[in-house]
């Protein structure tokens, strides 16, 4: 049995900048302080932190802003399914979240709490996108 989680973080900078950093590898590289393994189109493979998660991209929409891709963490038996979305509003954005096909051995709050550890606070914090409070 397979769980899901959403959630959403408000950034106070445009979707494209969001956008950007959660494909482009120097980005990734600068909030993650890991070398990575990034091909940001659609079949693009997706390695970060230091191969602890891995996945490719299904579709990228540079438009409507959409990411979605495979992604799993190294112990997990079968990719869960990603999407970002984005909701520009002037200078800031809310990024939605979704994962589904999450494995049930997964603790959904830890998992949750990694998004926000690994990729979000050193983004706002490392590469100075400040987040809503």
Known sequence: MSQSLKFSITFEVPAKVIYNALIDPQEIMKYTRC?????????GQYVILEGRIIGQFTELDSQK???????????WPNDSNVEFTFIDRDDECEVIISQQNIPSKVNIEQLEK?????IFNPMSTICGYPIEK
Do not use: E, R
């Open 35 to 43: 070398p990575c393994q990034v091909q940001p189109s659609v079949g």
């Open 114 to 118: 990694g998004w926000q550890a690994q």
């Open 65 to 75: 802003y959409i990411i979605k891709m495979n992604w799993k963490q190294a112990d």
